[in-house]
């Protein structure tokens, strides 16, 4: 089954500690993101890439990285910098970028909890 | 930047009551679609629509590019149907914040 996977479901880390999330996509897709998701807003863009060993900042990329170095894996570290990283995480991808007919695809997100 | 506006924001309705979440744009687009957020989490996309009108089941979007209004009903809902409906301007990565739906037995 195609499909786009993100681990883990839910996880915990102390303040100050950088963590990464995992995104892998096997639909074949050139363009990947990363969204941010607050009680009571909408999904805001952090980073997103259209093709391997290359991406673009987002809305709200401070605080946040991301590499870019396998077709089907897009990882985002969450850095210290981060001022308030408690949120829900959420992995994309799409065909292409820049084109506004096309569909993007859904991980099912990781809860990330900063205690 | 499109700000992405949607109304209402939480919506309670009884089984087999018709559905209305409207979305409104503030730059004209190309596309609007139309996603669906189960409790759990996850996404999928309902509609992509660039004009006019799309039915899927009990599901209808409806979009006036002029007026930068975007409608979804849903007809004969059902407490399977409760979930958050987003829309989502693909032109520039923009999202509503979402409507939550419950669907009451």
């Known amino acids: 089954d195609g499909g786009i996977t993100q681990s883990p479901k839910y996880l915990f880390r102390k303040e100050g500690q950088n963590v990464t999330l995992s995104c892998e996509q096997n639909?074949?897709?050139?363009?990947m993101y990363w969204y941010r998701q607050d009680p009571g807003q909408g999904l805001r863009l952090i980073y997103y890439?259209?093709?391997?060993?290359?991406?673009q900042k987002g809305d709200i990329a401070e605080g946040y990285s991301v590499s870019r170095e396998k077709k089907e894996s897009f990882p985002l570290t969450v850095t210290s910098a981060q001022k308030n990283p408690t949120a829900f995480y959420l992995c994309?991808?799409?065909?292409?970028?820049?084109?506004?007919?096309?569909?993007?695809?859904f991980g099912p997100g990781t809860r990330l909890t900063v205690l | 930047k499109n700000e992405v506006e949607q109304s209402p924001q939480n919506l309670t309705a009884q089984e087999g009551e018709f559905i209305t979440i409207n979305c409104s744009y503030s730059?004209?687009?190309?596309?609007l679609h139309w996603l669906q957020q189960h409790p759990g989490g996850g996404i999928v996309s309902l509609f992509m629509?660039?004009?006019g009108k799309k039915k899927h089941g009990r599901l209808i979007a409806t979009i006036n590019i002029q007026e930068k209004h975007s409608s979804l009903h849903i007809t004969a809902s059902h407490p399977r149907d409760s979930a958050v409906y987003i829309c989502?301007?693909?032109?520039?990565?923009?999202f509503g914040a979402g409507t939550r739906l419950t669907v009451k037995p």
């Open positions: 994309a991808s799409s065909k292409y970028t820049g084109d506004p007919y096309n569909e993007q695809f």
């Open positions: 639909l074949n897709h050139d363009a």
């Open positions: 890439s259209q093709i391997v060993n290359d991406f």
């Open positions: 730059v004209g687009i190309s596309a």
């Open positions: 629509l660039s004009s």
């Open positions: 989502a301007v693909r032109d520039d990565m923009r």
